[in-house]
């Protein structure tokens, strides 16, 4: 039998803070599933700034549910000012129930319940419309990926997330091109937050995002920023998948990262290669749940 610990689960399995029940299996949630979720996980966190309920792990394995949380409900199709009104509504709940409430007490305790089980868990996977990630946060004395996303483009490859030893250290992307090409760097652009008021879709109505290209997620040039790799490698058998045979590594800036946390799990970014002779080949990578899986992974470093 596969141990618990060595097991890959689908993070949608942990979402069942305060007794709610675990949703089988499927890759995304009915509208009001998501959002009642959402409400719940933002209550407790509430009302834990508030009244000191929970040790920092816990506090940040809560805060990492309550980002998938968000994330299911406005790729389900819930608008954005729903989402953020029921996370209004979550906060005014707790503010107006008090520390030595019994029922806060009780919700509290399925939660520590909750995370008894969370905390044992070092592989999750978040599945995505288009493409997820995995999330491992195992001891290691070598470098590897942390949370990963694994795309192809054209007959090109590219693994992109966060990388390190005993915690993520790194945003790295590695690209693998059969052709043999060399790229000198790499940049990464996604969306200015600060000129713009929310995700670029680009399709014809409202709702779910399933089955919208990653391509028609990104916003145009004029609004977008971007990061210059810092640093290139020819990539290593750690950050090599066994059937990647070459690859190149370019490792980007720490703002990066924490750019692409503050981004709609529905858009997405491009990796732009840079090849001599001003040639440019582009990845896409769903933002997805990142900001769910480097929680998860910042659980194990407290």
């Not at 290691?140 to 483009?153: A, C, E, G, H, K």
């Not at 200015?192 to 997620?217: C, H, I, K, N």
């Not at 058998?237 to 799990?265: C, H, I």
Request: hydrophobic residues 45%; glycine residues 10%; contains cysteine.
């Amino acid at each position: 039998m596969t141990s618990t610990r060595d097991t890959a689960r689908p993070a949608s399995r942990w979402w069942w803070w305060m007794g709610a029940a675990a949703l089988a299996g499927a890759p995304s949630l009915a509208h009001a599933q998501a959002l009642n979720l959402l409400y719940e996980r933002t209550v407790m966190i509430a009302a834990d700034q508030r009244c000191g309920l929970f040790t920092p792990a816990v506090s940040a394995a809560l805060g990492a549910s309550a980002a998938q949380a968000r994330g299911a409900a406005l790729r389900a199709g819930q608008p954005r000012n729903a989402v953020e009104a029921a996370e209004g509504r979550a906060r005014a709940r707790a503010r107006q129930t008090a520390c030595g409430s019994p029922d806060l007490a009780v919700a509290a305790a399925r939660v520590r319940d909750a995370f008894a089980g969370y905390s044992k868990i070092s592989r999750l996977t978040y599945p995505g419309d288009v493409a997820g990630w995995s999330a491992d946060r195992n001891f290691s004395r070598t470098t590897r990926w942390r949370l990963v996303q694994d795309n192809r483009f054209g007959s090109d490859r590219i693994l992109f997330g966060l990388a390190g030893k005993d915690a993520p250290s790194a945003l790295v992307a590695v690209g693998s091109f059969p052709d043999g090409a060399k790229p000198y760097g790499a940049r990464l652009m996604l969306r200015d937050v600060s000129r713009s008021t929310g995700p670029y879709l680009a399709r014809w109505s409202s709702g779910a995002t399933a089955g919208l290209s990653l391509e028609r997620r990104v916003p145009p040039r004029s609004m977008l920023v971007g990061f210059t790799a810092e640093a290139r490698s020819v990539a290593g058998s750690d950050l090599r998948p066994k059937d990647m045979k070459t690859g190149w590594a370019f490792r980007f800036p720490a703002a990066a990262a924490g750019a692409m946390g503050r981004l709609d799990p529905r858009e997405a970014v491009v990796v732009e290669f840079l090849f001599p002779g001003d040639v440019v080949r582009r990845a896409y990578v769903e933002v997805g749940d990142f900001a769910a899986g480097s929680a998860f992974l910042r659980v194990a470093a407290r």
